[in-house]
T-cell receptor
Framework: DTAVSQTPKYLVTQMGNDKSIKCEQN?????MYWYKQDSKKFLKIMFS???????INETVPNRFSPKSPDKAHLNLHINSLELGDSAVYFC???????????FGPGTRLTVL | DAKTTQPPSMDCAEGRAANLPCNHS???????VYWYRQIHSQGPQYIIH???NNETNEMASLIITEDRKSSTLILPHATLRDTAVYYC?????????????FGQGTTLQVKP
């Protein structure tokens, strides 16, 4: 079983559209994250939720809105997509004896 | 900004030990050193972490200097599958957010 899963794996869309990326973890962790990796491979945190409560918002534009319906899910909705939003988005959850983060396989978003 | 500095790239011969250095001269007393790696197009993967003692697990060994200002990740017998970007990160293990601040990392190329 995949610990942290994301859907879709690839997402190609036009500028101005609205899209969502879903993330689910089956590890029983309380904390989940969204990271963005741009074309230069720089990996940067965007959001974090702990037990459905937002605890990190790293100056991400309002067009990005995370939603956590329960602690096993953290979805990312993006409005009015722009070219600069093209990137790979990684979901992660945190917990376990090593208090570390487990990452999903990533969603490659391409905005045309 | 990342609080660590790493060489941008390194090569290693297959079967030999790979020693990846990391400087973290401003590390605080309650900050741990974490190592992750990212194999091409995959999500980052936890390798090992430590506070001040040397650590070893099934993947690698972590050597932390006595003053804690630098550390070395050792892959004892590198294989081609160890080719990846390796990230050294410092953070407080028990922090509420637990966010990871990724730097540029070291691209390790294992050659036959």
């Amino acid at each position: 079983d995949t610990a942290v899963s994301q859907t879709p794996k690839y997402l190609v869309t036009q500028m101005g559209n609205d899209k969502s990326i879903k993330c689910e973890q089956n590890l029983g962790h309380d904390t989940m994250y969204w990271y963005k990796q741009d074309s230069k491979k720089f990996l940067k945190i965007m959001f974090s939720y702990n037990n459905k409560e937002l605890i990190i918002n790293e100056t991400v534009p309002n067009r990005f809105s995370p939603k956590s319906p329960d602690k096993a899910h953290l979805n990312l909705h993006i409005n009015s997509l722009e070219l600069g939003d093209s990137a790979v988005y990684f979901c992660a959850s945190r917990g376990g004896s090593t208090d570390t983060q487990y990452f999903g396989p990533g969603t490659r978003l391409t905005v045309l | 900004d990342a609080k660590t500095t790493q060489p941008p790239s390194m090569d290693c011969a297959e079967g030999r030990a790979a020693n990846l250095p990391c400087n973290h001269s401003t590390i605080s007393g309650n900050e741990y050193v974490y190592w992750y790696r990212q194999i091409h197009s995959q999500g980052p993967q936890y390798i090992i972490h430590g506070l001040k003692n040397n650590e070893t697990n099934e993947m690698a060994s972590l050597i932390i200097t006595e003053d804690r200002k630098s550390s070395t990740l050792i892959l004892p017998h590198a294989t081609l599958r160890d080719t990846a970007v390796y990230y050294c990160i410092v953070r407080v293990s028990s922090s509420n957010t637990g966010k990871l601040i990724f730097g540029q990392g070291t691209t390790l190329q294992v050659k036959p």
